[in-house]
């Protein structure tokens, strides 16, 4: 981004950005909620497409033999549920929350 001349507080605040998206943590940026927000939305999506998303996901971990997969996975899965909001944003809490609650609920069931 400094070849494309862009800002110094531009490229610090994208690379906070996506720092934030390891964490999922609410930060006191609306812009890094939003971005936290959209990168969650998978987890929203019908059961048809969020099924997709997490068989492409153990696609992408197929190198870790299954106990080793799924005791990783529900783990991170489990932290979503724990959290009050997983959505940080009214919108993306309003369109979102229920149905990614319901997504994760169900592949947890299935690992």
């Not at 934030?20 to 971005?35: M, R, V």
């Not at 991170?76 to 959290?83: G, V």
């Amino acid at each position: 981004m400094k070849q494309l001349s862009v800002p110094k507080e531009i490229i610090e605040n994208c690379f906070s950005q996506v720092l934030a998206t390891k964490s999922h943590e609410t930060s006191e940026n609306s812009d890094t909620n939003y971005f936290i927000d959209a990168d969650l939305s998978i987890l929203g999506q019908s059961g048809e497409v969020y099924t997709k998303y997490y068989k492409n996901v153990r696609k992408e971990y197929a190198v870790y033999p299954n106990i080793v997969y799924n005791s990783g996975r529900k783990k991170a899965l489990q932290h979503f549920l724990t959290m009050e909001n997983i959505f940080k944003t009214e919108y993306f809490y309003q369109k979102f929350e229920e149905t990614a609650r319901k997504n994760i609920q169900k592949e947890i069931e299935l690992l």
